[in-house]
Nanobody
């Protein structure tokens, strides 16, 4: 079992920056892919970014490429999402997710573990 807890959400103006963190605990010694998803009101949960265990590979949704950066620190059992040039359409609840293995998948159903989410609101 892996437990995930997100932090760092909040309110920011369009064009601003915000950083999210996700702390993992439990059986984290294995190689887990860590990802961020988001869900806006009335919309389906969508993939944002993923990173493999060694941080050698990352993947991003087209809508956030060049603006968001995912990283991780395995010594601290943490994954991060740095967001720049935020837009109102980035407003959503952001979720941290984990799955065993090495494939960077963008489908939510592939992930076994989820955090409770943290709200990000971008005002125009």
């Amino acid at each position: 079992q892996v437990q995930l807890v997100e932090s760092g959400g909040g309110l920011v103006q369009a064009g601003g920056s915000l950083g999210l963190s996700c702390a993992a605990s439990g059986s984290t010694s294995g190689g887990y892919v860590m990802s961020w998803f988001r869900q806006a009101p009335g919309k389906e949960r969508e993939f944002v970014a993923a990173i493999n265990w060694s941080s050698s590979r990352t993947a991003y949704a087209e809508s956030v490429k060049g603006r968001f950066t995912i990283s991780r620190d395995n010594n601290k059992n943490a994954v991060f999402l740095q967001m720049h040039s935020l837009k109102p359409e980035d407003t959503a609840v952001y979720y941290c997710a984990a799955k065993p293995g090495a494939l960077l998948l963008s489908v939510a159903t592939a992930y076994d573990y989820w955090g409770q989410g943290t709200q990000v609101t971008v005002s125009s």
